[in-house]
């Protein structure tokens, strides 16, 4: 139903900040959240970040808290991931992820998924 497209993916030393930005199309008016999740090689998807539209609120993974900031440009229909403060342990596979009637923290509260993004970073 909802379409998703991250972007800004890449190879960043650590300590270096990355922005990923993930465009909305289809019924966007039925969006509830756009969350961020990301998957290691080897290991299950986990959430990263949560942005509700209905009030603006965002929660983040304990993990990222503090380096990370989730946004919004509702005119575009895109939300960001900007990630500071890098560390080789973020390298992943970055999916956004909507949901319809709830703020997404896990897989099975996602309705639609992005292709996913390769973010790498070094020592």
């Known amino acids: 139903q909802v379409q998703l497209v991250e972007s800004g993916g890449g190879l960043v030393q650590a300590g270096g900040s990355l922005r990923l930005s993930c465009a909305a199309s289809g019924p966007t008016f039925s969006i509830y959240s756009i969350s961020w999740f990301r998957q290691a090689p080897g290991k299950e998807r986990e959430f990263v970040a949560v942005?509700?539209?209905?009030?603006?609120?965002?929660y983040y993974a304990d993990s990222v808290k503090g380096r990370f900031i989730i946004s919004r440009d509702n005119a575009k229909k895109t939300v960001y991931l900007q990630m500071n403060s890098l560390k080789p342990e973020d390298t992943a596979v970055y999916y956004c992820?909507?949901?319809?009637?709830?703020?997404?923290?896990?897989?099975?509260?996602?309705?639609?998924w992005g292709q996913g993004t390769q973010v790498t970073v070094s020592s």
């Open positions: 942005f509700s539209w209905t009030g603006g609120s965002t």
């Open positions: 992820a909507a949901a319809r009637f709830r703020v997404a923290t896990r897989e099975a509260d996602v309705g639609s």
